[in-house]
């Protein structure tokens, strides 16, 4: 993050408890199924939620890791999604 106009290391905890296993290939199809909601995943939504509040916060738009973290998931529960449509 940026304070005064310097640099600033952060540490952020996690957001879910433990680790999730790589998977073997990539369906983006499950994207679109998250984006939607048809598919639900904690630990996507986690992740995606958790991405936005790391811009928030070091793009200087939320003060505090707590603010970044609580917009985050205002910004993913409250997406379009109707924006990426079924194939």
């Known amino acids: 993050a940026v304070q005064d106009g ?3 290391r952060e540490d952020w905890p996690a957001l879910v408890d433990g ?6 290939s990539l369906d ?4 679109g199924a998250l984006w939607r909601g048809d598919e639900v995943d904690a630990f ?3 992740a995606i939620a958790g991405t936005i509040a790391l811009v928030l916060r ?5 003060a505090t890791q707590a603010e970044a973290e609580a ?8 997406r379009d999604r109707t924006r990426l449509v079924r194939n």
């Open 6 to 8: 310097e640099a600033v």
């Open 19 to 24: 680790a999730r296993d790589k998977e073997e």
């Open 28 to 31: 983006l199809s499950r994207l």
């Open 44 to 46: 996507a939504d986690a």
């Open 58 to 62: 070091h793009s200087g738009r939320a």
């Open 71 to 78: 917009q985050g998931r205002v910004l993913w529960a409250g």
